[in-house]
């Protein structure tokens, strides 16, 4: 996938330290739901961003460092691409 390539990768990490508004190296829930909200996944309630954090979290310190983004960001972003795309595709005929 593309999140496996070198440019996805540095996609990732260019969109981690743009969302780490305090350059602490690990971003928040606040922060990742800005994060969401700016690749356009505008539908994640509270609860569902509160889930993906959990989720990323892996060693439970309440933040998601470098690594756990890069970890966890290549499937959220898979499963909500295509919501998206199902979202805005059908009216540029994108989506059969």
Do not use: C, H
Not at 44 to 50: G, I, S
Not at 75 to 88: C, W
């Amino acid at each position: 996938g593309t999140s496996d390539s070198a440019i996805g990768q540095t996609v990732l990490q260019q969109l981690f330290k743009y969302v780490d508004a305090d350059n602490s190296g690990y971003i928040d829930k606040e922060e990742l739901a800005v994060a969401l909200s700016l690749l356009g996944f505008k539908w994640l309630k509270e609860k569902q961003v509160n889930a993906i954090f959990d989720r990323a979290d892996v060693n439970k310190d309440g933040m998601i460092s470098m690594e756990e983004f890069m970890d966890e960001a290549p499937r959220t972003l898979k499963t909500n691409l295509v919501k998206l795309a199902k979202n805005n595709g059908g009216d540029m005929g994108l989506l059969v």
